[in-house]
């Protein structure tokens, strides 16, 4: 298989070492500093339970929202830029992509219980493709006017980007790397997929009893 062997010669050791800073910066979760900044309590005991922007604006308001989606959004981005000024192997770009999102979503100082990753994500995806960005960019917006809702067509946009990956490139070690980074971020969001669902049906069902005569 050709693909694999593309990855196969790519230079391990040095994957190796930026797989793993780009983890530890991962790991670097906003929302929970901040809250402990400035309330001094643990932000994954209140509200959601959750690191990310959503259940930090629920606690600080808009702006604990907006910084924590903007440096979540800003590590996803920098770890890809600054991977790209240690080597030219896309391969080893795509470690370091999932590497961050993995070390948000698993951060090991707070024991493995961090966010679900879809900032972190988006970000890295904007520096290591700006087409597969703009993907996800069109889906979302398109589902959100269908749906009326931001978290299920988040998903459902991210599912997406790994076709869009394969329709632009047809690369496929890097379509499965994609796929990798996006599976992560689904899988964390797995119970928000299932609310999603749940709400939407229940939103057909009152829809259709209301239009019953």
Same mark, same amino acid.
């Given at each position: ?19 793993? #800073?780009?983890? &530890?910066?991962?790991? %670097? ?7 402990? !900044? ?6 994954r005991?209140?509200?959601?339970? $959750?690191?990310?922007? =959503? $259940?930090?604006? =629920? +606690? ?6 907006? /910084?924590?989606?903007? %440096? ?19 391969? +080893?770009?795509?470690?370091?992509? +999932? ?7 698993? @951060? ?7 966010g ?13 493709? @700006?087409?597969?960005?703009?993907t ?5 917006? #398109? &589902?959100?006017?269908?749906?009326? =809702?931001?978290?299920?067509?988040? !998903? +459902?946009?991210?599912? #997406?980007? @790994?076709l869009?990956? &394969?329709?632009?490139?047809?690369? @496929?070690? *890097?379509? /499965?790397?994609?796929s990798?980074? #996006?599976?992560?971020? !689904?899988?964390?969001? *797995?119970?928000?997929?299932?609310e ?6 229940? *939103? =057909?069902h ?8």
């Amino acid at each position: 298989m050709s693909w694999f062997n593309n990855l196969h010669s790519t230079n391990w050791t040095q994957a190796s070492s930026i797989a793993v #800073c780009a983890y &530890l910066l991962g790991c %670097f979760t906003t929302g929970y500093y901040l809250v402990r !900044l400035w309330l001094h309590e643990d932000v994954r005991e209140l509200g959601s339970g $959750n690191v990310g922007a =959503r $259940n930090v604006g =629920r +606690i600080l308001g808009k702006r604990g929202f907006f /910084f924590t989606l903007l %440096f979540d959004f800003g590590k996803g981005a920098l770890a890809v830029w600054t991977t790209r000024h240690f080597t030219s192997d896309d391969h +080893i770009v795509a470690f370091a992509m +999932i590497a961050v999102v993995a070390g948000h979503i698993w @951060p090991v100082q707070l024991r493995f219980r961090g966010g679900k990753g879809m900032a972190t994500a988006v970000g890295a995806l904007l520096v290591f493709d @700006p087409w597969l960005a703009l993907t996800f960019t069109i889906a979302f917006l #398109c &589902l959100v006017a269908i749906f009326r =809702r931001t978290v299920l067509p988040g !998903l +459902i946009a991210l599912a #997406c980007v @790994p076709l869009g990956c &394969l329709w632009l490139d047809h690369n @496929p070690a *890097r379509v /499965f790397l994609v796929s990798v980074l #996006c599976a992560l971020v !689904l899988v964390a969001h *797995r119970k928000n997929f299932v609310e999603e669902i749940s709400h939407l049906l229940d *939103r =057909r069902h009152v829809q259709t009893k209301t239009d019953q005569p």
